[in-house]
């Protein structure tokens, strides 16, 4: 792939906000919206997602409705803590 500048109206990568550049080696680059490398890696983080949700995405694990680091605190403290299944 040619190195420098892109003059081209191809915009820019919906998830790194980089300018997405001509892809030589298919013909449907024009309609593209994603670098290849950002849309496989959003696939890996989809089918990894039950552990990248608490290393990549900063979410916290949920107990009874406080955050797992907080059900610990509670539970250190002498607190109990009742579980509920539907
Ligand atoms: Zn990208």
Request: charged share 35%; proline share 3%; net charge positive.
């Amino acid at each position: 792939m040619p190195k420098g500048l892109w003059n081209n109206d191809l915009g820019y990568c919906k998830i790194c906000q980089k300018k997405l550049r001509p892809l030589n080696k298919k013909d449907d680059y024009p309609s593209r919206k994603f670098h290849i490398s950002c849309w496989k890696e959003l696939l890996a983080d989809i089918k990894h997602y039950n552990k990248r949700a608490y290393t990549k995405y900063n979410h916290k694990k949920m107990i009874c409705g406080v955050t797992e680091q907080e059900a610990r605190e509670r539970l250190c403290n002498g607190e109990k803590i009742i579980m509920t299944f539907d």
